[in-house]
């Protein structure tokens, strides 16, 4: 199958999501959307263990397939979505949490989007990649990794 992917599959390790969902201060009763959720980790650790609710966006159906597959396995179908799209064409104003791991070019393309749609004290996680002259708030280092926080006021 040839998917129009702006990003290959390369998947968070699980410390690093962690600390993301840490950075972002997730909470039961947070909305978590992850853009490309790739196998739905991030939304499924969000639900798990800290108790959120949580949607997964991504174009490649075998990683909808994983995704569907691990929060079966994690027990949390009933905390977790997962919807096959463009992560360009799909609707986050649900969200009150938003993480991704992406690249530099995206990020900057998702920008004046993530500004629009969200909600003030909305929370973005990025995962390696920064956001240009839009500063971040916090920034944490994880082993080799490097994550971002913004939040919308
Ligand atoms: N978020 C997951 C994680 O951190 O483990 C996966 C990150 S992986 C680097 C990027 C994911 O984005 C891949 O699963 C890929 O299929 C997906 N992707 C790439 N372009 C996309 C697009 N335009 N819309 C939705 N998903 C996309």
């Known amino acids: ?29 947070d909305v978590v959307y992850d853009l490309g959720c790739g196998d739905g980790r991030i939304v499924i650790t969000a639900a ?5 609710t949580g949607v997964g966006v991504d174009l490649n159906p075998q990683r909808l397939k994983e995704a569907n597959e691990n929060a079966q396995a994690a027990g949390v179908t009933d905390k977790v979505k997962f919807v096959k799209g463009d992560l360009f064409d799909f609707d986050f104003s649900e969200a009150n949490v938003v993480t991704m ?9 998702l920008r004046p989007k993530l500004q629009k749609e969200l909600k003030p004290g909305s929370r973005i996680v990025s995962h390696d990649f920064d956001m240009g ?14 994550i971002y926080l913004w939040t919308i006021d």
Not at 48 to 52: S, V
């Open 101 to 109: 791991y992406l690249l530099p070019s995206v990020n900057l393309k």
């Open 1 to 29: 199958e040839n998917l129009a992917l702006d990003v290959p599959y390369v998947p968070t390790n699980q410390e690093t999501v962690e600390e993301m969902l840490k950075l972002a201060g997730v909470k039961p009763g």
């Open 48 to 52: 798990k263990k800290f108790g959120a």
């Open 133 to 146: 002259d839009w500063e971040a708030k916090k920034t944490v280092e994880v082993g080799n990794d490097t």
